[in-house]
């Protein structure tokens, strides 16, 4: 090569046959282009084992004989297809075929290429979206079964409030028969209290007369009786007291022909005597029971003569009267230093010919207990006995009996 003479001739060096327009040699021009082809159908087999793999996961890969069957019954390259052999070093051999014009491969058939890779990854994406799809269903398909499970316990719920709601309304209308039938008897209970009140009143004013009755009666059967006190017991056992009173009422009381009595008898307790502050002797009261009433009064109009003495005379009253009379002695007295004329009979007090009422309650009329032996002592009777024991008797006295 003479540069040079070619430099100063001014001709351009005509190129030799064995190099084309880049400068290069034939040679390397295949041998370049030999190995651009290599290296697309390598990454194009890699892609397809990526895809077949895909496929085969999901079951829907279908076998490379039916990929690759409609590309070898195309009639373009059928006949290159017989001519030649398949490639057995190379992977996609089995899809591409060698020939001897694969360096004259056109943009056609790399575009072709190109476009399956690209539909395989548009597989690829509709696989994965259709996996996501399977997934999405799947948890739509749980949904749906907790649903129909939820569902079916709203249903039991909804049953058991209709049934408890059915209870609630039995439970309500038996509240209300409740509530009538309570309204019934608070009713009838108001008017059994109210009956009970008055029955009580009534039976209160009943017993208070019936009280005041008993009195009464009690105290006109011992109008006729006298109680003597102060007379000396004997110490033998055969006392006379019938004959003991005589002997007193014709001596202390100066009556030569004393009245006649049914019967007399010693009643209450022992209790002393003293004269000059001195024990004198031991006595008991005597109760006598005249025939009539003047005879009575005969032997009391003398008791005035007993004055300043040991004995007492005085008439004999039930114990509630006593009590009153009792009750009523200050006043009496009271009256008497007045100079009023006064008088008490029974359990009344007379002042100038009016019945005195005391201002304050008398005591012990609200509540009345009577024993039987003091009561028989404090009266002058003998005790009655049943089954040889003493009765007791506890009464409630009625309310203002004093008051007319």
């Given at each position: ?5 070619n ?27 030999n ?18 793999n ?8 279908p076998?490379n004989?039916?990929q ?14 017989q001519q030649?052999?398949?490639t ?10 060698s ?18 890779h690209?539909?395989n990854?548009k597989?690829?994406k ?9 997934q999405?269903?799947?948890v739509?398909?749980q ?8 569902e ?12 408890l ?10 509240l ?6 309570q ?10 209290q ?21 009195l ?20 033998s ?7 003991l ?38 006595s ?5 029971r ?23 005379i ?26 009023k ?21 008398r ?5 009345m ?18 089954n ?6 506890t ?9 007319k």
């Open positions: 090569m003479n540069t040079k003479e430099r100063n001739s001014g001709r351009k060096r005509k190129k030799s046959k064995g190099q084309n327009k880049s400068n290069t040699s034939h040679e390397k021009s295949r041998r370049k282009l190995e651009s082809i290599e290296s697309k159908k390598t990454t194009a087999t890699q892609d397809m084992n990526e895809h077949n895909t496929m085969s996961t999901f079951g829907v890969s076998s004989d039916q690759c069957t409609p590309r070898l019954q195309r009639p373009e390259i059928q006949h290159i297809q030649n052999q398949i057995p070093n190379i992977p996609m051999g089995e899809y591409y075929v020939s001897p014009f694969q360096h004259l491969m056109n943009p056609v058939m790399h575009s072709t290429m190109n476009q399956g690209d539909i990854s597989i690829d509709l696989v994965q979206c259709v996996d996501q799809m399977f999405k269903l799947y739509v398909d949904i749906s079964a907790k649903l129909d499970t939820f079916t316990k709203i249903n039991g719920l909804i049953e058991n409030v209709d049934k709601s059915n209870r609630m309304n039995n439970i309500e209308g038996g209300n028969e409740v509530k009538i039938e309204a019934e008897m608070k009713s009838a209970t108001s008017n059994l109210r009956e009970l009140n008055q029955g009580m009143a009534t039976m209160k004013q009943n017993y208070s007369e019936l009280f005041e009755r008993h009464d009666l009690q105290t006109r059967s011992m109008r006729d009786n006298l109680v003597f006190a102060g007379l000396p017991v004997s110490e056992d055969d006392e006379n007291t019938e004959s009173l005589i002997e007193f009422m014709k001596k202390e009381l100066k009556l030569n022909d004393p009245p006649d009595f049914h019967r007399a008898h010693r009643f209450g307790g022992m209790y002393e005597v003293n004269v000059n502050g001195e024990l004198a002797y031991r008991r009261n005597i109760v006598c005249f025939k009539n009433f003047k005879g009575r009064e005969i032997v009391r109009n003398c008791g005035r003569l007993l004055k300043g003495s040991s004995y007492g005085r008439e004999q009253f039930p114990k509630e009267i006593n009590e009153r009379r009792k009750f009523l002695w200050p006043y009496f007295k009271e009256a008497k230093i007045q100079k004329k006064v008088s008490l009979k029974r359990d009344k007090l007379y002042i100038d010919g009016r019945e005195f009422n005391p201002p304050n309650e005591q012990g009329d609200n509540e207990v009577v024993d039987s032996q003091t009561r028989y002592d404090f009266e002058g009777a003998r005790p009655k006995k049943r040889g024991l003493n009765q007791r008797v009464q409630i006295g009625p309310q203002n009996r004093h008051d």
